[in-house]
């Protein structure tokens, strides 16, 4: 059976666990050099703990893995702060420079009053003035990307994110979408390189087919969507304490913890709570695959993008008591359609047996045997099997590998491809793993492989990164896509 292993986006909950597996790693990294054989996966999985096993089958377990993840939270937030003053005195920043860059540690986001509605009515100049823009145009070098990721849109490389071409481009999404009949073919063109973030929650629900296309019609579609889903809630939502419920109501509760734990967001309990409605009533609505462990990931992102129509700052930190129940009941509302329209397309990935990810991960071996024959025949040499780290990368949607800026970025491009959840996903991933081929073929054993595709370095990666990996998978896409003898053996 196959258990999912959660990766460097996602460390062990108890730090002790955390301590025990930084130690047995460095005491491997420290064994003498010796001819390296091929070790087998039974062999590994026998000499190998799962780290992230936290004691799923006692709920008590839960309140001390949130205090001990609040502790660790705390320590990387100071670290960041640190690291932050530490870069900017060794770059003799100025001083209203370094005031900028520590404005970049988010502490109290302001609440604002917004909706589709409203950013649309603005003019094109008033929405590329904004006052946070202003502030990130301010910063002509970012400070290093923090463990506990920023969620909005930025460069690697410390590039103002606002460029005359951002700009420019804002301004067709908004003539785009406040024309009375939205052209959704040239919405998505338009989407395909990025979504500007101050229209990336209206863009969204279009692309995601939730919301029409005639303005007329968007409004009382949203009301009634919305209205539909509460019934839901007052019609299934007190089945969780059924027997026959418990299973699923188990799994959901042992999970949700589990999402985005170094991001404070997702640790409160108002927000878990509005995650585990969700799931509830999408896996009672589709018994079919019911609830499968990967669907909670799915989840945040529309929260994230639905959430920031209404924050003004980084929403990381910010308090969701802050926001009115209608507001926090629109945002749920709203991630629940749009998961489920995601769902719609891949739901073979979840039911029994998960037949649509066995599918994709053979595809994927086809496909890398036909790009990269040497990283092929290293896995072949090694006994990596295919299915052994891209199962989580399909079941996921590379979430688990990426942080979670990076994924929305990723599916502002996915909501543009026909079938892309599914189809150009594969790409996605062929690109991802040659992107790795010179750290994969200097590793030698079975082990070694395995930990370097379960933990790949990406926490720093931004819009160029992702930028330059869906070029690479489009690429691919063109050359194979159409070319079956080329596809397969």
């Known amino acids: 059976s196959i258990q999912p292993v959660y990766g460097a986006q996602h460390p062990p909950l108890d730090p002790r666990l955390t301590k025990n ?28 703990s799962d780290a992230w096993d936290i004691g799923d089958d006692e709920d008590e377990d839960f309140s001390s893995s949130s205090s001990s993840l609040q502790t660790l939270n705390s320590k990387v937030a100071k670290a960041t702060a640190a690291q932050v003053l530490e870069n900017h005195s060794k770059l003799r920043a100025k001083p209203e ?8 540690v988010p502490t109290n986001c302001k609440v604002i009053k917004s909706s589709s509605e409203a950013q649309l009515s603005r003019t094109s100049e008033e929405a590329c003035v904004r006052t946070p823009l202003q502030k990130q145009q301010s910063l002509p070098l970012r400070p290093v990307i923090p463990l506990v990721a920023r969620i909005s849109d930025q460069n690697a490389s410390g590039a103002p994110p606002m460029t005359v071409r951002e700009k420019t481009r804002l301004e067709k999404f908004l003539q785009l979408l406040s024309s009375h009949n939205t052209d959704l073919d040239e919405l998505r063109k338009c989407s395909w390189p990025g979504v500007p973030r101050e229209v990336r929650p209206v863009t969204w629900r279009l692309l995601s087919g939730y919301l029409p296309a005639n303005t007329e019609r968007r409004k009382l579609t ?43 967001l997702f640790q409160q309990p108002l927000v878990q709570e509005i995650f585990e409605r969700i799931l509830f009533i999408w896996a009672i609505r589709h018994p079919a695959s019911g609830y499968v462990q990967g669907i909670n990931d799915l ?12 924050v003004e700052e980084d929403v990381e930190n910010f308090d969701v008591t802050n926001l009115s129940q209608d507001v926090l009941g629109s945002i749920e509302a709203d991630s629940f359609w749009c998961m489920s329209k995601l769902l719609d397309g891949i739901q073979d990935n979840y039911t029994f047996a998960q037949p649509g990810i066995q599918k994709k991960v053979k595809a994927l071996e086809e496909l890398v045997s036909r790009i990269d024959e040497q990283v092929h025949n290293h896995f072949r040499k090694y006994e990596v099997e295919y299915l052994q780290f891209a199962f989580r990368w399909m079941n996921n949607l590379l979430m688990r590998e990426l942080p979670l800026r990076c994924t ?21 991933c062929a690109a991802f793993l040659i992107k790795w081929r010179k750290e994969i073929l200097d590793e030698e054993d079975f082990q070694g492989l395995l930990m370097l595709l379960q933990n790949l370095p990406t926490i720093h990666w931004g819009n160029e990164e992702i930028g330059l990996l869906l070029a690479e998978a489009y690429r691919l896409k063109y050359m194979f896509a159409d070319a079956p003898n080329h596809y397969r053996r």
Do not use: C
């Open 21 to 48: 597996f930084i130690k047995d790693r460095s005491k491997a990294n420290a064994l003498p050099m010796k001819s390296k054989k091929a070790s087998s996966f039974h062999e590994f999985a026998r000499n190998t």
């Open 97 to 104: 420079r370094t005031q900028s860059a520590l404005s970049d």
């Open 222 to 264: 949203l009301q009634r969507k919305r209205e539909e889903y509460f019934g839901f809630i007052q019609q299934y939502y007190d089945s969780r304490n059924e027997e026959h419920h418990q299973d699923t109501y188990r799994q959901i509760h042992i999970d949700i913890p589990r999402t985005n734990p170094l991001i404070p």
């Open 299 to 310: 989840v945040t992102p529309f929260f994230v993008v639905f959430l920031s129509e209404y």
């Open 408 to 428: 929305i970025r990723l599916w502002d491009t996915y909501q543009s491809e026909p079938e892309g959840f599914s189809h150009f996903h594969l790409y996605v």
